[in-house]
C-alpha cells in the first residue's frame, strides 16, 4: 500500500503523545511518548495491566481528557489544540461510547426505545424520525422485541447491547468500548462481541475496545498491547489462503517514531535481559538480540537470544 493511500486510511493517529496529571506534590505520567494509528473502518482491540494508560488513552479519545503534549487528531479533529465549541460538536456528532457498568449507559425509568429517541429529541430530531433511527439500531443490535422493556427487565447482555444502539444515536464515525464485557459470561461476552462487528460491517463505523479479556485477539483481528503508557506490541489476525483457508497469528514488536523498539516484556524475561543488550546485525538481514551474561556463559551459545 503506498503512503498516500495509507494516509487516506488513517483514522485515528497519535504521535509522542503525554498526559501529566499534576498535584501539589505528586506527578504522575500516564502516556508517555505513546505511537498509535487506527483505520477508517477498523476494529481493535487495546489491552494493558492497570495503570499501563489504556483507559487515559480512550478518554482522550472521548474528548472526556486532553492531552498534555504530543500530536493527536481524529479524523478532522485535532485534540490537542481543540476549542471548547469543537469539543462540543465532537462529542455530539463523532464519537460514541460505552461503559462498562450498565448504570451508566441507560437511564434506568426508560425503556430500550426511549433510552434511544429522548437524546436524539433534545438534539433536535422530530419523535417520528427518532423512533425510525431507534428501531433501525435496535434491530442492528438484535433486540427488536425488546424495545419496550426497562432495564430491569432485561439480562445483562442485552442491557450492553441497547447501550451500544445508545451510544450509535447520533452516528458517531468512532464507537469506544470501555471494557464492555467485563460484568459478562464468556457467552453473553461473544455476543456483545458479534454485535460490534456486525454493526462494523453495517455502518462502517472505526470501533476501539479496551478490554482485560485475554483471549480479545480470537475476536478481533488487530490487538494493541500497552505498557508503561506506550504501545509496546501488536498481534494481527488474518486468513492465509494459499495452502486452504486458516487463520494465521503475527506478533510484532512496535518501533516508535524514535525508532526505539519496544520488544515484549515475555521475550525479555525469557531471555535474561534487563537494562542492557547486546545487538548483531547479520548479512541476512537479522538482527539478534543477546543477553549480556551469552558471552560471559561460553557453554549457553545459542541460549538466552532472539532475532527480528
Not at 500516564?30 to 477508517?40: C, I
Not at 485534540?79 to 455530539?92: A, F, G, K, N, Q
Amino acid at each position: 500500500m503506498s503512503n498516500e493511500s495509507q494516509n487516506l486510511d488513517k483514522y485515528i493517529f497519535c504521535e509522542d503523545l503525554f498526559k501529566i496529571y499534576k498535584s501539589e506534590q505528586l506527578e504522575v505520567v500516564a502516556l508517555r511518548g505513546l505511537d498509535l494509528q487506527v483505520n477508517y473502518g477498523e476494529i481493535m482491540a487495546i489491552v494493558g495491566a492497570s495503570g499501563s494508560g489504556k483507559s487515559t488513552l480512550l478518554n482522550i479519545l472521548a474528548g472526556l481528557d486532553q492531552p498534555s503534549a504530543g500530536q493527536i487528531t481524529v479524523g478532522e479533529f485535532n485534540l490537542l489544540t481543540i476549542t471548547p465549541e469543537e469539543l462540543v460538536d465532537y462529542r455530539r456528532n463523532e464519537v460514541g461510547f460505552v461503559w462498562q457498568q450498565t448504570s451508566r449507559n441507560l437511564i434506568p425509568y426508560l425503556s430500550a426505545e426511549q433510552n434511544i429517541t429522548v437524546p436524539l429529541i433534545l438534539d433536535g430530531a422530530s419523535r417520528s424520525q427518532a423512533i425510525d433511527r431507534a428501531n433501525l439500531l435496535l434491530d442492528a443490535v438484535h433486540l427488536s422485541n425488546r424495545r419496550k422493556q426497562k432495564p430491569n427487565e432485561l439480562s445483562g447482555g442485552e442491557q450492553q447491547r441497547v447501550a451500544i444502539a445508545v451510544a450509535l444515536a447520533n452516528s458517531p464515525t468512532l464507537l469506544l468500548a470501555d471494557e464492555p464485557t467485563g460484568e459478562l459470561d464468556s457467552a453473553t461476552a461473544n455476543e456483545v462481541f458479534q454485535v460490534f462487528h456486525d454493526l462494523n460491517e453495517r455502518l462502517g463505523v472505526t470501533i476501539v475496545i479496551v478490554t482485560h479479556d485475554g483471549d480479545i485477539i480470537s475476536k478481533v483481528n488487530r490487538v494493541v498491547a500497552m505498557r508503561d503508557g506506550k504501545t509496546s506490541s501488536e498481534q494481527i489476525r488474518s486468513i492465509q489462503y494459499s495452502k486452504g483457508k486458516g487463520e494465521i497469528l503475527e506478533e510484532f514488536a512496535i518501533v516508535d517514531h524514535s525508532g526505539r523498539l519496544q520488544i515484549p516484556r515475555k521475550y525479555l524475561d525469557e531471555m535474561g535481559i534487563n537494562k542492557r543488550a547486546r545487538l548483531n546485525f547479520s548479512s541476512d538481514g537479522h538482527v539478534e538480540i543477546r543477553s549480556t551474561q551469552d558471552s560471559q556463559d561460553k557453554g549457553q551459545n545459542g541460549i538466552n537470544r532472539t532475532k527480528f
